[in-house]
Every structure is written in structure tokens, then in C-alpha cells.
């Protein structure tokens, strides 16, 4: 087997919700949405319509949102899960410093920003679904 890439694909409870938290704390730009009729593919989110898919992206990072019904419908090994799980997303970046005091400035409430034993330099928050987001940076 010859692995490619990896993009996690995410349960959560509202796509639009989702989107606009990845977009306005973190940065991250939308790639594409699906809406609930799923019989086209947007570009950008619709007042009064809702979603079922999106996918986002930030360099090259990419996630995927799918929201819970039909997330349960397509993995069936998800039923009777709840949203979330023990795993974290863990991202290198670059000026994690700034970066850090931008998202304390947006009141996410980090862990402290700290060098871990294996030369780190890190902190995490929770996504407006529960998800655990690590953010790094090689100590020089």
C-alpha cells in the first residue's frame, strides 16, 4: 500500500457553524461545500441554505466537516458514537508565537504555549465541536 495523504473527515452537529469557526479563528479558507439537497458542489456558503459536507483548507492542511446524519449514513461503523473522540489534530505552523496571541486575543482560551520534551514549541484549544486542536512549531 502507498499512502498519499490523510484528511480527516470530522461529525459535526451545524457545517456552517464549523466553516465559520475554522474561518474566522483560524484562518483556513473553504474549499467546497455540499449542500443537504446533495446534488451540486458550492464553492461558498448560502444564507438559509443547509449544508451536509465541506472541506477547508489552510496551506496544506485539510479537513472535512460531515455533518452528523449524514456522516452516520455513509460510515455505518460511526453509529452510536458520539461526536468527538480521544484524538487530537495536530498542526506544525510557522510564528506560533503570533499566532498563539491571536487566538488568546479571540478568547479560545489555550493551553499555555510551551516547549514540550521533544522540542516542540505548542499549545491546543477546542474547536466549536469539542475537537482537540494542537498547533506547533519547531524550537530553533
Do not use: C, H
Amino acid at each position: 500500500m502507498k499512502a498519499n495523504k490523510l484528511t480527516p473527515n470530522l461529525e459535526v452537529k451545524n457545517i456552517r457553524e464549523t466553516v465559520e469557526f475554522y474561518q474566522s479563528v483560524l484562518g483556513f479558507s473553504l474549499a467546497m461545500a455540499v449542500p443537504e439537497t446533495q446534488d451540486e458542489i458550492e464553492q461558498t456558503l448560502t444564507d438559509g441554505k443547509e449544508y451536509v459536507y465541506a472541506l477547508v483548507s489552510k496551506g496544506k492542511v485539510e479537513m472535512m466537516f460531515q455533518r452528523t446524519d449524514s456522516f452516520k449514513q455513509d460510515i455505518s461503523l460511526a453509529k452510536g458514537f458520539s461526536i468527538g473522540a480521544s484524538v487530537s489534530f495536530y498542526m506544525e505552523i510557522d510564528e506560533i508565537a503570533d499566532f498563539y496571541e491571536q487566538i488568546k486575543s479571540k478568547n479560545m482560551k489555550p493551553t499555555e504555549l510551551k516547549t514540550a520534551w521533544y522540542g516542540m514549541r505548542e499549545f491546543y484549544i477546542t474547536d466549536n465541536n469539542g475537537y482537540i486542536l494542537g498547533f506547533a512549531e519547531k524550537e530553533d
